[in-house]
């Protein structure tokens, strides 16, 4: 999909996105699955763990540097309580907690922008830790954060 753009008279533009476009999988035993009950607002964020390259000084100031391939990170989903994608998260999390044999069980994840081309994903992630909870006579959100292992984000301009 191209980017949508709206014209302005003094030849300027806009960008427009459109979160139908915005999709977010978790993909458990090679089966990808779209998920839904994300919060309004802030749905999911992500972010590499490592800094991809880091710059430092020796005993007499001269600089030394270190490219990192790390592909570690994380993505935090942000989930309305009760929401479909919470059962699934959760059915996530009990399969690695309550496994019985020596392979953990993981899962991936993936979104994909299609309004500006971004696929962030990972094909090995595990859950940091069951969801904080709260109870309030609002909508309510459970944040889970998830450890990738294999943290992969590309723009599809490479």
């Not at 991809?52 to 994380?74: R, Y």
Request: proline share 2%.
């Amino acid at each position: 999909m191209a980017v949508q753009r709206i014209n302005l008279d003094d030849g300027t533009y806009f960008v427009m996105k459109d979160s139908r476009f915005i999709h977010i999988y978790l993909i458990v035993d090679s089966v990808a699955k779209e998920e839904n009950g994300f919060q309004s607002g802030e749905a999911v964020n992500w972010s590499k763990t490592d800094n991809d390259a880091e710059v430092a000084s020796d005993f007499k100031g001269l600089p030394l540097g270190l490219i990192n391939h790390s592909k570690l990170g994380q993505f935090v989903f942000h989930l309305n309580d009760g929401a479909p994608a919470h059962d699934d998260i959760y059915a996530c999390y009990y399969r690695q907690m309550n496994h019985s044999s020596d392979v953990i069980p993981t899962f991936g994840v993936k979104v994909q922008n299609d309004n500006n081309g971004e696929v962030v994903k990972s094909s090995v992630c595990i859950i940091q830790k069951v969801s904080d909870g709260s109870v309030s006579n609002g909508i309510t959100s459970r944040d889970w954060t998830i450890l990738a292992v294999q943290y992969d984000d590309s723009f599809g301009n490479v």
